[in-house]
């Protein structure tokens, strides 16, 4: 067996000393041919590896470079140097693997995002994309234990689907046509699906909802946890074309108990990293520290990001209308002087995110629940309000805003009920026949249910503090790269 080592984590949390154990690695930094710093992903701190001077010969310690992969076998002893209680006196080192120092393209110093994001193959061995990937990690666990705990069933939907309910313009479209131009045509010189795989046009998905739903009117309570597509051209630090998206729906939910659920969700998953990931935060927090030393001042936030996890564990989100937030947005001094892109042109508009924004770090300072939507600015399948005047008439929609991030969950009571549905998607010009699938929970045992979409990538920027989104998903997809 070759894999009888100890994690350099376990080594630097145990209180003992004075025992023999093998670790494996890579080098972080070998200094005066005697300490190597060796990492084996287990833990952000290194262990320092002693190779005691005339103990081993200068071929292997040549060997030794950042980026090498090595296996050291000693004895672990109390250290006397700074910042670490043990460190390991090695008696065999083995060289695993070698990394020409030359060529290495990690260098024992400090790179930009933007340089890392090139080599992304290999950011994994830096210790802010270590923190990260640890505390991604750890909140899809948390994710995982909450709706168990919860006792909801995790559904697996669909990743390639032929409805196009949503938004077909930003669907990436699954064929196996040619695209020389030789694709079989219909009469009219449209392609004809029938003869591509499926036997019909199908794309990657943009949410599991639809299938949720149809889950959900025999489980109750289900999740969907999986990738999701968008060919939206869109270059933000908020945008991927593939992202993970979390989708719960429940059955007799309304929609404020999809509300609560949300923001006990949120809550519970920013606990358990704070419980599980504490190293790795306070890492990520000291970082975003020394790159906000570089802002001016205004543009610095206001709280730490350990004081910001704490905040939102601790304090209720703030839940008000849409209607409500307009007025807010309409009466302030910011709109007044005219400081927003988009003005405020009144009840009906969409909301921009300079808006959310405002909402959520300048007017409230906490992550706010938006709800009832103007119907026409939000889904077909989001539930009409009762007793709306008709030209103010809402949805039972709620978007959850959070500080820095802007949307990080979409949801909404479902229409459960059928005519009202029928009527709303011939309206917004979905294909009620092709639906037919979907309307079937509404025929047969329909009832009140709710549920909702959290961008996992948008809550690792925010319990991460990472400012682009490109920097928290492994290797990320946007416009024009899909490298890796
Ligand atoms: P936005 O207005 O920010 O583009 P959206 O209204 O298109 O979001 P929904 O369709 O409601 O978003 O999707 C549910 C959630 O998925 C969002 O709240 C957000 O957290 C996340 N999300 C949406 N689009 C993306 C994307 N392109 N990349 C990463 N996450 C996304
Ligand atoms: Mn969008």
Redesign the pocket.
């Given at each position: 067996m070759f894999n009888k080592r100890t994690r350099v984590k376990d080594l630097l949390a145990g209180d003992k000393a004075n025992y023999e154990a093998t670790v494996m690695g890579w080098v972080r930094t070998f200094r005066n041919n005697q300490f190597i710093a060796l990492n084996d992903g287990s833990t952000n701190n290194n262990i320092q590896v002693v190779a005691e001077l005339g103990m081993f010969n200068d071929d292997l310690l040549k060997r030794i470079t950042t980026g090498a992969c090595i296996k050291a076998t000693g004895d672990v002893i109390p250290s006397l140097g700074k910042g670490q209680k043990v460190e390991l006196k090695a008696r065999t080192i083995e060289i695993l693997g070698d990394s020409d120092a030359e060529k290495f393209p990690l260098q024992p110093k400090k790179h930009s995002l933007e340089f890392l994001r090139e080599i992304a193959h290999l950011r994994f061995r830096t210790n802010t994309f270590g923190a990260v990937f640890r505390v991604r990690h750890a909140l899809a666990f948390g994710i995982h234990k909450f709706f168990n705990e919860k006792g909801f069933v995790y559904m697996h939907t669909p990743i390639i689907t032929a409805s196009d309910a949503e938004g077909a313009g930003e669907m990436f479209r699954v064929t196996t046509l040619p695209i020389d131009g030789t694709a079989p045509r219909n009469d009219d010189g449209s392609i004809n699906f029938k003869e591509d795989f499926f036997g019909r046009s199908t794309n990657l998905t943009?949410?599991g909802q639809l299938e949720g739903e149809l889950a959900a009117m025999a489980f109750s309570d289900v999740y969907t946890f999986g990738p999701?597509f968008?060919a939206?051209n869109?270059n933000t630090t908020?945008?991927?074309?593939e992202?993970w998206?979390i989708e719960p729906e429940m059955a007799f939910y309304d929609l404020e108990d999809n509300a609560n659920l949300a923001e006990e969700f949120i809550r519970y998953i920013i606990r358990y990293a704070m419980d599980n990931n504490k190293e790795d935060l306070e890492f990520l927090a000291q970082r975003l520290a020394e790159e906000e030393k570089a802002l001016p001042q205004d543009k610095r936030s206001e709280m730490g990001l350990m004081e910001k996890l704490e905040f939102v564990v601790n304090n209720s989100f703030e839940r008000l209308t849409y209607t409500e937030a307009i007025e807010i947005l309409n009466e302030s001094n910011h709109n007044k002087k005219k400081k927003f892109q988009y003005p405020i042109t009144g009840w009906g508009m969409d909301l921009q995110?300079e808006h959310e924004r405002y909402l959520v770090e300048k007017h409230f300072k906490k992550p706010v629940i938006l709800t009832n939507y103007p119907a026409a600015i939000k889904a077909f399948y989001m539930r009409l309000d009762d007793n709306c005047a008709p030209e103010r008439q809402t949805v039972s929609a709620m978007?959850?805003l959070a500080p820095g991030i802007?949307?990080?969950?979409?949801g909404s009571q479902r229409e459960e009920r059928l005519e009202k549905l029928e009527q709303k998607m011939r309206d917004m010009h979905i294909p009620v026949e092709e639906m037919s699938w979907y309307l079937d929970t509404r025929r047969f045992g329909s009832c009140p249910h709710a549920g909702f979409?959290?961008?996992f990538?948008?809550?690792v920027q925010f319990v991460t503090g990472m400012g682009n989104?490109r920097d928290v998903i492994p290797f990320p997809r946007y416009p024009k790269s899909a490298e890796f």
């Open positions: 943009v949410s999701t968008r939206e869109s908020r945008h991927l074309a992202f998206m995110s978007d959850i802007g949307e990080i969950v979409g979409g959290l961008g990538e948008r809550l989104i």
